[in-house]
């Protein structure tokens, strides 16, 4: 419905083409992963999923990393500085790649051959965040130290969306 109310009002038109882009495999680093298999016994009251969970961001370890407030429901937190902790439960390393993706801006793939699912927390510091205060680990340094995974560079194919043609301003009802 939408394209098509594009399509009608604005005079859209488009064509989808595949682009060559920086792209990642996750795998296993050479030392093996560091990674601890969920339990597949249910999580207790205090890792009810809908139960709501608050961080203060002055509560930090003794590197400066956000301490996360118990539990096995995932979560994200970054602190002023560049600071992260990402902490992820009953994950598989499939979700895990779409996730690190997401921190990198570039398509990432599961290529671990790993098919438990995990329990893990990741500490990094994050990109243009670096300052001679605040030192720890990028992402990449993370992975390999924290999780015995790492990122393969490689060059991949997406399909874009490009946009031949649009009208500034939408025709009558």
Request: proline share 8%.
């Amino acid at each position: 419905m939408l394209q098509n109310l594009l399509a009608e009002r604005f005079k859209l038109t488009f064509h989808r083409e595949k682009k060559e882009v920086q792209a990642y495999d996750l795998v296993v680093a050479k030392n093996g992963p560091k990674l601890k298999e969920s339990p597949t016994t249910q999580p207790s009251s205090d890792d009810d999923p809908e139960k709501p969970v608050s961080a203060s961001t002055a509560n930090r370890d003794e590197n400066g990393f956000p301490i996360l407030p118990p539990g096995r429901q995932p979560m994200m937190m970054a602190i002023k500085g560049g600071y992260a902790v990402q902490r992820f439960g009953d994950e598989s390393m499939e979700n895990f790649a779409e996730a690190l993706a997401g921190q990198l801006r570039h398509p990432v793939s599961d290529a671990t051959g790993l098919k438990g699912k995990y329990d893990f927390t990741l500490n990094w510091i994050m990109g243009g965040a670096l300052s001679p205060e605040n030192t720890g680990p990028t992402l990449f340094t993370a992975l390999q130290q924290q999780l015995g995974l790492r990122l393969e560079s490689k060059k991949g194919t997406v399909d874009v969306l490009v946009v031949d043609h649009i009208e500034k301003s939408p025709t009558e009802n």
